[in-house]
T-cell receptor, first 108, second 117 residues
Framework: SSALTQPPSVSVSPGQTASITCSGP??????VNWYQQRPGRAPVMVIY???ERPSGIPERFSGSSSGTTVTLTISGVLPEDETDYYC???????????FGGGTKLTVL | QVQLVESGGGVVQPGRSLRLSCAAS????????MHWVRQGPGKGLEWLAFISYDGSDKNYADSVKGRFTISRDNSRNTLTLQMDGLRVEDTAVYYCVKDDGITSGLDAWGHGTTVSV
């Protein structure tokens, strides 16, 4: 799978909206999944299939897709949302997975 | 609640081998593809290996191809990663991860086991 590109860091004020992008040449015909990872903990899926939210994930987490760029949006950001976020995709066979480099979200 | 519990991590010298295991429970293990993912100190997530639900198909990242072997025992609900020829750059936390069966998303993760080379 092709590499996925994320911004290393994004900053936002509490209560505002954070947008984290993930781009890659193959994303126009691939689904992207998003993970939140707190320090010292395993990642947790927060968005799958570009826009779907797993059970138990707050509604303030949403996803969107446009061409070769997918975006994770966190509305009404809370201080507890400050952590690392990763996008992930796979080739058509599902046998080759790839992660973006990760984005550290800072809540100022 | 899906449970994945890794074991087998530790400190090993370069060139030696280590075998990681993952005990799965609270889901139909034999129905799902599985993966291993690792994270080096201060680094991002790196996908390592895939195994199909029945073990008939496997695939590896280039960084571990020819050195690591993924396998599973559906009768014992266990996933394994045999790591040979370990290198310093293999130092990482290793996660056992369940495939969601929808978009090759990873919907359940173990707590991770640490390997230091």
């Amino acid at each position: 799978s092709s590499a996925l590109t994320q911004p290393p860091s994004v900053s936002v004020s509490p209560g505002q909206t954070a947008s984290i992008t993930c781009s890659g040449p193959a994303l126009s015909d691939r689904y992207v999944n998003w993970y939140q990872q707190r320090p010292g903990r395993a990642p947790v899926m927060v968005i799958y299939k570009d826009t779907e939210r797993p059970s138990g994930i707050p509604e303030r987490f949403s996803g969107s897709s446009s061409g070769t760029t997918v975006t994770l949006t966190i509305s009404g950001v809370l201080p507890e949302d400050e952590t690392d976020y990763y996008c992930q995709s796979a080739d058509n066979s599902g046998r080759n997975l790839v992660f973006g480099g990760g984005t550290k979200l800072t809540v100022l | 609640q899906v449970q994945l519990v890794e074991s087998g991590g530790g400190v090993v010298q370069p060139g030696r081998s280590l075998r990681l295991s993952c005990a799965a429970s609270e889901f139909i293990f034999s129905a799902y593809h599985m993966h291993w993912v690792r994270q080096g100190p201060g680094k991002g997530l790196e996908w390592l290996a895939f195994i199909s639900y029945d073990g008939s198909d496997k695939n590896y990242a280039d960084s571990v191809k020819g050195r690591f072997t993924i396998s599973r025992d559906n009768s014992r609900n266990t996933l394994t990663l045999q790591m040979d020829g370990l290198r310093v750059e293999d130092t990482a936390v290793y996660y056992c991860v369940k495939d969601d069966g929808i978009t090759s998303g990873l919907d359940a993760w173990g707590h991770g086991t640490t390997v230091s080379v």
